[in-house]
Nanobody, 124 residues
């Protein structure tokens, strides 16, 4: 089992930055690919970014490429999402997730563990 707790969400203005953190406990988080997903009101949950547990390979959704950066600190069992140049359309609940695959994946069903989510609201 892996327990995940997100933090760092909040209300910001367009163009601002936020850094989300996801603290993991339980089984060794360093053995899991880490991912971020988001869900806006009335919309399906969508993939944002993922980072492999070995090698640091990353994947990003086209909508965040160049603005968001995913990283991890395995010594601290923590996953991060640095979000720059935020837009109102980035408003959503952001979830971190853990997947046993060796490489990053965009597929939500491959992630076995999920956090409770943190709200990010970007005003125009």
């Amino acid at each position: 089992q892996v327990q995940l707790v997100e933090s760092g969400g909040g209300l910001v203005q367009a163009g601002d930055s936020l850094r989300l953190s996801c603290a993991a406990s339980g089984r060794t988080f360093s053995s899991y690919t880490g991912g971020w997903f988001r869900q806006a009101p009335g919309k399906e949950r969508e993939f944002v970014a993922a980072i492999s547990w070995i090698g640091g390979g990353t994947l990003y959704a086209d909508s965040v490429k160049g603005r968001f950066t995913i990283s991890r600190d395995n010594a601290k069992n923590t996953l991060y999402l640095q979000m720059n140049s935020l837009k109102p359309e980035d408003t959503a609940v952001y979830y971190c997730a853990a997947c046993p695959n060796t490489g990053p994946t965009t597929l939500s069903y491959e992630y076995h563990y999920w956090g409770q989510g943190t709200q990010v609201t970007v005003s125009s």
